[in-house]
């Protein structure tokens, strides 16, 4: 639970959230040109002639902003709709409701506990800069680790469709098409994803902030994963991504359905540099809230090393001219 206050500095937000000035976000950005491609025209080009628009657009996303958006993807609207409804009923309910789906004790740190309600900032005491968030992270895969006790009946049903219909896309349209721009076969990163992967499902919430220009809602980072699928509320904007040291806001998508794909660390090592890792950070709103639901796909450490082919110079040269 996030309270404003008045501290002695004269700002209404405790002085923990308060970030450092080189860190705090400016008041404009522009606007980054993230594409969105259509999967289902994606696949089509495959069964045509391997490569088109659409993976040319793929291609330019992956080797630039490491973040693209995703239309025409699988994942039905309902559900898309019925996950952010039940992210938003819970983080309405009274702390004391939300706590029920916390394994954090009194005088826990955040590393005693894993899954379940709670944002580790306002668990774990350090010198560090506290996020203006809400969350609760869940285990999904392999299923037989879900701590089931910790998933709202509220919505662990349609957080169980949400993951299949998405993993579907993901694993039968996302990881072939990528491995195909490097030259690979279709199962060359999903094939990564097997046996011991694991995946995260993280809902955030961020409420308004009176101080937008002091606080961040998440701040600057990448994933450790393969990829990361994010759906958000259009009820707010507030991601950013960096490229060349400068902060872009991510632009809301016109598709109230489409979904944001983050390439992550692990891809960036596999694919030797070739894809990138998305810096992404969220800053605050001072009157909308926005809720978004991340669903984080992580290969076990020894899946992730330079791919061989890619090592040497004239293997890399050949499968980004493709």
Not at 83 to 109: D, N, V
Not at 209 to 234: E, Q, Y
Request: proline content about 6%; aromatic content about 8%.
């Amino acid at each position: 639970m996030l309270l404003v206050q008045e501290n002695a500095a004269g700002v209404d937000v405790p002085e923990g959230y308060v970030m450092k000035p080189e860190d705090r976000p400016s008041a404009e950005a522009p606007v980054a040109p993230i594409p969105v491609i259509d999967v289902g025209l994606l696949s089509g080009e495959r069964k045509a002639d391997g490569g088109g628009e659409e993976a040319a657009k793929l291609r330019s996303a992956l080797e630039s902003w490491g973040i693209f958006m995703v239309s025409n993807h699988g994942v039905e609207p309902c559900v898309i709709d019925g996950m952010c409804s039940a992210s938003r009923e819970f983080f309405q309910r009274p702390l004391e409701e939300k706590m029920k789906y916390s394994q954090a004790k009194e005088g826990e740190k955040y590393e005693d506990f894993h899954q379940g309600y709670g944002s580790k900032e306002l668990k774990l005491e350090h010198k560090s800069t506290r996020d203006w968030v809400d969350r609760m992270f869940l285990q999904v895969e392999p299923q037989e680790h879900r701590q089931l006790h910790l998933w709202p009946e509220s919505f662990s049903d349609i957080l169980h469709e949400f993951f299949v219909q998405q993993s579907s896309l993901v694993n039968k349209s996302l990881l072939p098409a990528m491995a195909r721009l490097l030259g690979f076969d279709d199962d060359f990163f999903g094939e990564k994803l097997r046996g011991r992967a694991l995946t995260f499902a993280r809902l955030s919430h961020y409420p308004s902030c009176p101080r937008p220009d002091l606080v961040l809602g998440v701040k600057s980072h990448t994933d450790a994963t393969i990829v990361t699928v994010l759906m958000v509320d259009n009820n707010a904007s507030g991601l950013q991504v960096q490229k060349d040291d400068v902060w872009y806001d991510v632009p809301c998508p016109t598709d109230p359905h489409a979904l944001l794909i983050f390439v992550g660390d692990n891809t960036e090592v596999i694919s030797n540099g070739v894809f990138k890792a998305s810096v992404h950070r969220v800053v605050t709103n001072a009157q909308n809230e926005r809720t978004s639901v991340a669903m984080f796909y992580v290969p076990i450490p020894e899946e992730v090393a330079p791919a061989d082919d890619l090592v040497n110079d004239s293997s890399l040269d050949g499968a980004t001219k493709q």
